[in-house]
């Protein structure tokens, strides 16, 4: 897996040499799912390099909601499941801070004082001590996702100079969806949620059911008949996609492609290309699509 992820980092760094790309700008694992034995083998570049994750993040908000309803802390209703909805599949930002407070337990507005607040923070870490204790390294997942920016007790936990804000690792991100593919951690019933809410359209045989999240990314790239699961996500300053893929010759591979650069439209499903040509899937590759 790492020969492959560092041939196609290569493959980038010729397909656009103006980038600047590098094992420091684009990070990329990849794990082959074995089902009989329920684990993978999981290799890559910039593994464990920290990350702003942009709506990625989500995934991991949506497994900690999934967490909750199989201990019972947590009862699906059709408001949950309309914002979990939301949330990954339009990567709605406002369904994501419902999400957030509701598994958390905390809500949104006005700055708070030293008690208030250091209390606030210890609710939000929850995600954190969920993945921490699964044996995860490197996720920080704090913070709603915004349009605009945070406010009040947000911009507190966020800080002054955004220390506080949400991480992640490559590696992480391809072992959440590999361990959502093979169903580790979850009931049945909450493993088929969170695949159902992940499963997109495959552009090649569907364009026209396709959204944004799997033509643009990934899924651009996988040959006809495979199966996507997938969560994209996107700022002005990074492009990432994390991917559970199911090829026609029923091989199955979890992938995250984070990129520091934002603005190259084509750079995940470049990367995404190479891959699976280094899988034994021959794919048109996009060239000169730098900018959008």
Request: negative net charge.
């Amino acid at each position: 897996m790492t020969q492959i992820c560092s041939d196609a980092l290569e493959f980038a760094q010729i397909v656009f040499p103006d980038e600047g790309i590098s094992a420091e700008s684009v990070h990329i694992a990849v794990a082959r799912l074995d089902r009989t034995a329920r684990e993978f083998q999981l290799g890559g570049v910039g593994l464990d390099a920290p990350i702003y994750p942009a709506s990625v993040v989500k995934v991991f908000y949506l497994a900690f909601a999934a967490h909750l309803l199989d201990s019972g802390s947590l009862a699906m209703s059709p408001e949950l499941n309309r914002a979990s909805r939301d949330m990954v599949k339009d990567s709605n930002n406002d369904a994501t801070g419902y999400i957030v407070d509701l598994v958390c337990g905390t809500t949104p507005g006005p700055e708070l004082g030293p008690a208030d607040l250091a209390r606030f923070i210890e609710q939000r870490g929850a995600v954190n001590r969920f993945f921490s204790g699964l044996g995860y390294q490197g996720v920080n997942a704090v913070n709603r996702t915004f349009n605009e920016g945070p406010y009040g007790r947000e911009s507190q936990l966020l800080g002054k100079d955004m220390s506080n804000r949400n991480r992640v690792t490559a590696s992480a991100v391809c072992r959440l969806m590999a361990e959502i593919a093979l169903g580790t951690h979850w009931s049945g019933d909450s493993v088929s949620w969170m695949q159902g809410l992940l499963r997109r359209a495959n552009p090649q045989d569907e364009p026209d059911a396709a959204d944004a999240q799997a033509s643009g990314f990934i899924g651009k790239a996988i040959p006809r008949a495979a199966i996507l699961y997938s969560k994209a996500g996107w700022t002005s300053d990074t492009r990432h996609d994390a991917a559970w893929v199911v090829l026609p010759d029923g091989r199955e591979f979890a992938i995250a492609i984070l990129t520091k650069h934002g603005s190259n439209l084509g750079l995940v499903r470049a990367i995404a290309g190479h891959l699976f040509q280094g899988l034994g899937y021959a794919k048109a590759e996009p060239s000169g699509e730098t900018s959008g």
